[in-house]
C-alpha cells in the first residue's frame, strides 16, 4: 500500500458521524481525525458512547449520517475481507474468542480475512501459518498453551491471545474496548505497555476505552471525552486533569477521592 503524508496524517477521518438505536441517539453527529501514531484514550460514564464510536470506526456498525475514512478509504465501501483487515483489527470488550476451539485455532482467526474460504475452512483441521501463531503466542508469554482449550485460560490470558489474533492480522488501527477492565492495576500496566507497544512500534495507531485516569495519562497521547453521545473534550493526554475527568463522570467530592485513588 503506498503512503503519503497526508495519509498518515489523516489515517482515520469521521466526519459528521451519528447513531442512533431507537429512540436513543447513542452517539450525536461527531468529527474525528486521528493520525497515525497516535494513541487515543476514549472516555466517559457508563453509556457514553464509547463502544457505538469503536464500532463505527471499525465498520461494524454503519452511521446513521457521516462517513468514516481509513488511509483514504471510504469504510463503508469496504469489504470484510483481506483489505480492510489489513487496515482495522477490534479488540471487543468480552474479547470475542471461541471458548471450545485451541488457542492456536483462535489467534489464527486473525488471519481469516487475508485468506480465501477454502484455506480458512481447511485452517480449522489442519492451521496454516502456525509459525506465525506460535511467534505471536511467544510475544505474549504464552507459547505453552498453544494446543489448550481457549476456555481453559484465565481472563488474562484469554486477552493475550485476543492480542495475539491482532498480531498476525497486521493491522494498520487498532481498536479496543476496555482492554483492562478485568485486570488488576499491574496487569492493567503491562497490557497496555503490549497495546501500545503493538501500536507505536510499528507504526500501528491505537485508540481505546478507559475508565482509569492514571493508565489514561501514562500510556495515551490524546483523551477524548464523551457523555451522553455527545463529545466533550478532545484533549492532550497531560491535560486531563482529576477535576476534568470527576466532571465529565459527574462525581460528587467523595466518589472522587475513592476513584481518583485507585486505578
Ligand atoms: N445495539 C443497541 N441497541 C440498542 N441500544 C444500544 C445498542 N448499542 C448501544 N445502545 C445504547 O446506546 C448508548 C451508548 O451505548 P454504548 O455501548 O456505546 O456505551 P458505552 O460508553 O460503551 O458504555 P459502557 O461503558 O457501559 O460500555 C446506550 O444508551 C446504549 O443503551
Ligand atoms: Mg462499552
Known amino acids: 500500500m503506498s503512503m503519503n503524508k497526508s ?15 431507537g429512540r436513543v441517539q447513542a452517539l450525536a453527529p461527531l468529527s474525528l481525525t486521528i493520525s497515525q501514531g497516535e494513541r487515543v484514550a476514549l472516555a466517559g460514564p457508563s453509556g457514553s458512547g464509547k463502544t457505538t464510536l469503536l464500532y463505527l470506526l471499525a465498520g461494524i456498525i454503519q452511521p446513521d449520517a457521516g462517513e468514516v475514512f481509513l488511509a483514504g478509504q471510504d469504510l463503508a465501501r469496504q469489504r470484510p475481507g483481506k483489505e480492510k483487515a489489513g487496515l482495522v483489527g477490534l479488540i471487543h470488550q468480552q474479547y470475542d474468542l471461541v471458548p471450545h ?7 489464527l482467526a486473525g488471519r481469516l480475512g487475508q485468506w480465501s474460504l477454502f484455506r480458512s475452512m481447511i485452517s480449522l483441521v489442519w492451521p496454516q501459518d502456525r509459525q506465525v501463531a506460535e511467534e505471536a503466542l511467544a510475544q505474549m508469554g504464552i507459547a505453552d498453551k498453544i494446543h489448550e482449550r481457549t476456555s481453559h485460560l484465565s481472563g488474562g490470558e484469554q486477552q493475550r491471545v485476543a492480542i495475539a489474533r491482532l498480531m498476525v492480522q497486521g493491522c494498520r488501527v487498532i481498536l479496543a474496548d476496555e482492554p483492562v477492565s478485568s485486570l488488576d492495576p499491574v496487569r492493567a500496566d503491562d497490557m497496555l505497555e503490549i497495546l501500545t507497544a503493538l501500536a507505536g512500534g510499528s507504526g500501528k495507531t491505537l485508540v481505546a476505552s478507559s475508565h482509569s485516569p492514571r493508565l489514561m495519562r501514562k500510556h495515551f497521547t490524546r483523551v477524548i471525552g464523551l ?15 482529576d ?6 463522570y459527574d462525581l460528587d467530592q467523595s466518589e472522587a477521592a475513592v476513584w481518583g485513588g485507585g486505578n
Not at 101 to 107: F, K, S, W, Y
Not at 227 to 241: H, S, Y
Open 7 to 21: 495519509d498518515s496524517d489523516h489515517l482515520l477521518v469521521a466526519t459528521g458521524i451519528s447513531k442512533s438505536f
Open 243 to 248: 477535576p476534568v475527568l470527576e466532571r465529565l
Open 101 to 107: 476451539l485451541p488457542v492456536l485455532h483462535n489467534v
Open 227 to 241: 457523555r451522553e453521545g455527545r463529545l466533550e473534550f478532545d484533549v492532550p493526554a497531560a491535560e486531563v486533569t
